[in-house]
């Protein structure tokens, strides 16, 4: 009888063992452009001064480096460990997307991507310094990220009590909660122009076997969703830019440089090709009449 006891009550406790390497688990990832800009360091000294641009404005893009404070997920059934996190390929995919909305600006000569590997954790804009002197830019687009993923068991994980049910019951819920925020700095006066979030949520359903491959897929669809809504809201982001420095010059001083006069060039271009068509119709009615 207390052989029998001691059998039911060590079956007990591996069951727990193994309900319990799935239950209730978090995994965040984040990089942030806070502890880029603004580290915690005593001889590190930021000084904003009001933003002088000089039109056509020269703009980078670059995701700041990944912070060290993050969570992992284990997973008992399968042995993994789960992380998180972006690739770089989906990174410089998210950058062309953000550069796309400054290509085609009246106000905008070109537009560089700038690969991670040339940001420094904690670099603030000494770091921002080299990066403009090496690409020659005079705007940086700081784009950052913060996702949590959550893991909790539903009334199916009870199936889990057999080896099957792991491998075929979706007793995992999954949610995943992305947050993609774009931060527009001027380097030289070391001010923010504005910002621009994206933000998404995705709900999903997995087996504890399946679970990091389940979270990577969410993973990837809450970058994917956050991106697309962060780069609406730049497009906004920017008209109200242009709006405000019309409306309040005092808080953005603006120069052009030699040669350029922005959006009012292609009114004087459609002007020319207008003369262009009255002279050319003029020389064709004198001739029809001679």
């Known amino acids: 009888m207390k052989t029998k006891w001691i059998t039911i009550l060590g079956l007990c406790a591996l069951a727990n063992l193994c309900l319990s390497g799935c239950a209730s688990q978090q995994v965040n990832t984040k990089s942030s452009v806070m502890d880029y800009l603004y580290p915690k360091s005593a001889d590190m000294q930021v000084s904003p001064t009001i933003p002088h641009l000089n039109l056509p404005l020269r703009v980078g893009v670059a995701f700041v480096p990944v912070s060290d404070s993050r969570s992992y997920a284990?997973?008992?059934?399968?042995?993994?460990?789960?992380a998180g996190g972006l690739t770089e390929a989906k990174k410089t995919e998210?950058?062309?997307?953000?550069?796309?909305?400054?290509?085609?600006?009246?106000?905008?000569?070109?537009?560089?991507?700038?690969?991670?590997?040339?940001?420094?954790?904690?670099?603030?804009?000494?770091n921002l310094s080299q990066i403009k002197t090496m690409y020659g830019i005079d705007v940086i687009a700081l784009v950052s990220y913060d996702q949590v993923q959550f893991t909790d068991e539903s009334v199916l994980s009870l199936s889990y009590w057999t080896i099957v049910g792991a491998y075929i019951v979706s007793g995992e819920?999954?949610?995943?909660?992305?947050?993609?925020d774009t931060v527009v700095y001027d380097i030289a006066s070391q001010s923010m122009l504005f910002r621009?979030?994206?933000?998404?949520?995705?709900?999903?359903?997995?087996?504890?076997?399946?679970?990091?491959?389940?979270?990577?897929?969410?993973?990837?669809?809450?970058?994917?969703?956050?991106?697309?809504?962060?780069?609406?809201?730049l497009k906004t982001?920017?008209?109200?830019?242009?709006?405000?420095?019309?409306?309040?010059p005092e808080q953005v001083k603006i120069t052009r440089s030699e040669g350029y006069s922005g959006a009012g060039s292609v009114r004087l271009f459609d002007f020319m090709l207008l003369m262009g068509l009255l002279l050319g119709y003029r020389w064709l009615f004198n001739s029809a009449r001679s």
Not at 74 to 82: C, I, K, L, R
């Open 74 to 82: 284990n997973n008992f059934w399968s042995g993994q460990s789960y």
């Open 94 to 126: 998210i950058l062309e997307h953000v550069a796309d909305n400054f290509r085609g600006l009246d106000f905008v000569s070109n537009i560089e991507v700038i690969p991670s590997a040339y940001l420094t954790a904690g670099g603030s804009f000494a």
């Open 173 to 180: 819920k999954n949610d995943t909660n992305t947050l993609i």
């Open 196 to 233: 621009a979030p994206g933000t998404s949520q995705v709900s999903g359903r997995s087996t504890p076997i399946n679970l990091a491959e389940e979270l990577r897929a969410d993973s990837l669809k809450g970058f994917e969703q956050a991106s697309i809504n962060m780069v609406e809201n």
């Open 237 to 248: 982001q920017l008209a109200v830019f242009k709006q405000r420095v019309k409306e309040n």
